[in-house]
C-alpha cells in the first residue's frame, strides 16, 4: 500500500517538473522573441544592449522559477511518502490526524462522544440535568455556572 503512495507521489511529482519545464522554456521562447523584434526596431546599440539584457534577466527568472517549482515538488513527494498523502488541511498540506481530541460536535468527529446510532434529520441533545457520563463535577471548572451535582452539568462541553 505504501509503495503505491510512494509511486502515486513519484509520478505527481514527475508531471508537476514536467509543467514547470515547459511553462519556463515558454517564458525563456517569449524572452528570445521579444529580444529580436525589440532589436529590429532599435536605432541605437544602447537599446539593443538593452533588450538583450531584458531577455537574460527574464531567461534567468524563469529558470529560477522552474528549480523552485522542482524543490516545493520535491518536498510535496517526501512528506507524502513520510506522512501519507491524506490532509486535514484546505492547503493541502500534510500533518497530524485529529487524534483522541473533540474537534467538532459532530458525532464521530475525534473520540469525544460515540456517535451512537445516528439517526439522519435528528438531533440528539442532553437537557440540563442529564448524567452526561463524564464523570466529573463541572462545579469547579465552569466559572459560568453556579454549584451543581457532580456527574451533571448542562449537555455542554465547557469547562
Do not use: C, W
Amino acid at each position: 500500500m505504501q509503495t503505491a503512495k510512494n509511486a502515486a507521489a513519484s509520478i505527481k511529482e514527475t508531471a508537476a517538473n514536467i509543467g514547470a519545464s515547459a511553462k519556463s522554456g515558454m517564458e525563456k521562447t517569449k524572452a528570445t522573441l521579444q529580444e529580436k523584434g525589440e532589436r529590429m526596431t532599435a536605432h541605437d546599440p544602447t537599446q539593443k544592449e538593452m533588450a538583450t539584457e531584458k531577455k537574460e534577466a527574464r531567461i534567468n527568472q524563469a529558470e529560477y522559477e522552474k528549480q523552485v517549482a522542482r524543490e516545493q515538488n520535491a518536498t510535496q513527494r517526501q512528506a507524502a511518502e513520510a506522512t501519507g498523502t491524506h490532509s486535514y488541511s484546505t492547503t493541502g498540506a500534510t500533518g497530524h490526524g485529529m487524534g483522541s481530541h473533540q474537534m467538532s460536535a459532530l458525532p464521530g468527529h475525534g473520540t469525544g462522544e460515540p456517535a451512537g446510532n445516528v439517526v439522519e434529520g435528528v438531533v440528539k441533545s442532553h437537557p440540563i440535568g442529564t448524567d452526561t457520563g463524564t464523570g466529573t463535577t463541572m462545579a469547579g471548572h465552569n466559572t459560568k455556572a453556579g454549584g451543581g451535582a457532580g456527574g451533571y452539568g448542562t449537555g455542554g462541553a465547557y469547562r
